[in-house]
């Protein structure tokens, strides 16, 4: 992910949506640029991560459920003129996890390097989320 965001993407204008980071599994990261910059931040618990008996939406409430995951996805809008749509498909490709770093599982994961800043999270989401360096 570290040398994705370090690239310039031609013909990007804006780019918008929801990332799955499997260091911080249970919190769903926000993902915005225009302009050149990225801005990446905790925006809420999964629904899936969710295990509060009022807010917990059922697995039949929510559009993408997986088995196993959840409704944990990556759901990005890119936006431009003369994208390299392609190269952008690479490029978010080869931020996914192997299947061999996908079998470690969440334990294994919170393991693996994480270019990305610490979260500060807010007070409605548990202590107990994600990776050993968010913050709270």
Do not use: N
């Not at 925006?43 to 697995?59: E, K, R």
């Not at 919170?110 to 990776?131: H, K, N, Q, T, Y």
Request: with cysteine; glycine share 10%.
């Amino acid at each position: 992910m570290d040398l994705a965001l370090s690239q310039t993407w031609p013909g990007v204008l804006r780019s918008k949506g929801f990332f799955w980071l499997a260091t911080r599994h249970d919190v769903m990261g926000l993902w915005q640029s225009a302009g050149g910059a990225w801005q990446g931040e905790p925006s809420a618990l999964w629904v899936a991560a969710d295990q509060d008996p009022i807010t917990a939406a059922a697995p039949e409430d929510v559009p993408y459920w997986h088995p196993v995951w959840g409704d944990r996805c990556q759901e990005l809008v890119w936006i431009g003129v003369d994208m390299d749509e392609a190269g952008i498909h690479c490029m978010l490709d080869a931020c996914l996890l192997s299947d061999a770093e996908m079998s470690l599982g969440p334990e294994g994961w919170a393991a693996l390097d994480d270019p990305l800043p610490p979260w500060e999270l807010g007070e409605d989401m548990d202590d107990d989320v994600g990776s050993d360096d968010l913050e709270e």
